[in-house]
């Protein structure tokens, strides 16, 4: 196992900058997921760590080794890809250990280190069957084997679980998570999905346009989001971002005065953006006012969207209701639980 550092990390296309400075590190031993919406860098990131994209500048670390101009197979880390790139003709136990073969280590090793993996994933049934006779949850269980036989200081993920249905990627969450907890190898975990790194990670890393946004546990990052773009990003339904201006110690928006969070000293007159998530807007006779616009029942909750002046704004209740579209209602946000933001640059003012 190692620790992982990136150092003033840059990468340009020609003229044109993907990630520039980036610096990051990531612990030994650590589950870290690389999170962000579609063209953030994220995967650019992973690959470069891997030594599948050159750098353009800066420094990567593993352990304590600088590995900028090493090839992938001299870095010590195994990757796991979305698509699974398994050998078609060749059985599992023959893609599990492909890696080791290609080394010249020993077939009685091979078969050990192939036989413990395959243990540890379930596999032990399907070491004589080849891919075309596995499910999608298989496949990505073999490729997982194939890149734990190699024992590498660095597990890379490249959303794996993209091409698996809805059910079957929640059961891998838990199955990859509960590999990292026995393993404890440091692992790197590329998303675009925020629920898998909410569940997944002991540490998320937020990227956009190529540079972080924040760093930070799960809880962390969804308690203090360090601006507008992680608040509206961790989070399903996402945070409700209202534009107001303090007055009095209250946001004045969208026709109601909401009180600042507690110790919030903000200057009378400032623009700022209030957020206040779903689940701590309840059903009153004052404050938001709007009309429903969509009620979406889940079953252990019920998601209503309410048409405002400025914009929708979406409540949890964890109550059965029967509001009707069209019908008027007013939101109101749970004591100390609000965000307030600048709205000039995003930025957490409290």
Do not use: W
Not at 173 to 188: A, D, S, Y
Not at 210 to 217: A, D, F, P, S
Not at 243 to 265: I, M, N, Y
């Amino acid at each position: 196992m190692a620790e992982v550092t990136i150092r003033d990390l840059g990468k340009a296309y020609g003229a044109a900058s993907v990630i520039e400075k980036l610096n990051l590190e990531i612990p030994d031993g650590s589950f870290t997921v690389l999170v962000g919406p579609s063209g953030c860098g994220k995967s650019t990131l992973l690959r470069m760590v891997a030594g599948l994209e050159e750098i353009s500048g800066g420094d990567i670390l593993i352990g304590q080794r600088r590995v900028n101009n090493l090839p992938p197979s001299e870095r010590d880390i195994a990757m796991v890809f979305q698509n699974y790139a398994l050998y078609p003709h060749k059985t599992v136990a023959a893609n599990m250990g492909f890696a080791l073969k290609m080394k010249g280590e020993r077939t009685e090793d091979i078969r050990a280190k192939v036989a413990r993996a395959a243990e540890i994933l379930g596999l032990t049934p399907y070491l004589d069957r080849y891919p075309r006779a596995l499910s999608g949850g298989q496949r990505q269980r073999v490729a997982m084997g194939r890149a734990i036989v190699r024992d590498p200081q660095v597990f890379l993920f490249d959303e794996p679980l993209s091409n698996l249905d809805a059910k079957l990627r929640v059961q891998m969450r838990t199955e990859i998570r509960e590999l990292h907890q026995r393993l404890k190898t440091t692992t790197v975990y590329v998303t675009h999905d925020q629920i898998e790194a909410m569940t997944m990670a002991d540490q998320i890393v937020i990227l956009n346009k190529g540079k972080i946004e924040q760093v930070g546990t799960p809880l962390e990052l969804y308690d203090r989001p360090a601006n507008t773009f992680v608040a509206g990003f961790i989070g399903s339904p996402a945070m409700n971002l209202l534009k107001g201006t303090v007055r009095g110690g209250h946001v004045q928006t969208e026709g109601a005065s909401l009180s600042l969070p507690d110790g919030c000293a903000v200057a009378e007159g400032k623009d700022v953006i209030y957020g206040i998530r779903p689940e701590h807007l309840t059903v009153a006779a004052t404050g938001i006012q709007g009309t429903v616009a969509v009620v979406e029942p889940t079953g252990s909750e019920t998601h209503i969207i309410v048409r405002t002046e400025g914009q929708e704004v979406t409540a949890i209740s964890r109550e059965r209701v029967s509001f009707r579209p069209g019908e008027a209602i007013a939101l109101a946000p749970r004591a100390g639980s609000a965000h307030v933001f600048d709205t000039a640059t995003g930025a957490r003012l409290c």
